[in-house]
């Protein structure tokens, strides 16, 4: 079974942080602060791909979607990822 971790209680069934984020309080989520260089892998392989497309529609063509929904899943998966180091 769950424990809750030290600061934490139980509310309705689940563990709620004692220390829950303010509404002017934002933060960067953890899993991104923790992973920078795969964040930033990420955020440029999406910001390519996806410019890429918009260029293409843009000069009256058609992007080739099927590279361009396989970079943004890559992109997703190197955000989420984890650093080695």
């Not at 424990?3 to 002017?24: Q, R, T, Y």
């Not at 602060?33 to 440029?44: E, P, Y």
């Not at 791909?49 to 943004?72: C, K, Q, Y």
Request: aromatic fraction near 4%; charge should be positive; include cysteine.
């Amino acid at each position: 079974m769950l424990k809750p971790a030290a600061g934490a209680h139980i509310k309705e069934g689940c563990f709620v942080d004692a220390n829950p984020m303010k509404g002017g309080d934002r933060k960067m989520p953890r899993v991104f602060r923790n992973n920078l260089k795969t964040t930033i892998a990420g955020v440029a392989t999406a910001i390519v791909a996806i410019s890429h497309a918009v260029i293409e529609l843009m000069n009256g063509g058609s992007p080739d979607w099927t590279t361009t929904i396989a970079a943004v899943t890559a992109a997703l998966g190197l955000l989420f990822a984890k650093d080695g180091d």
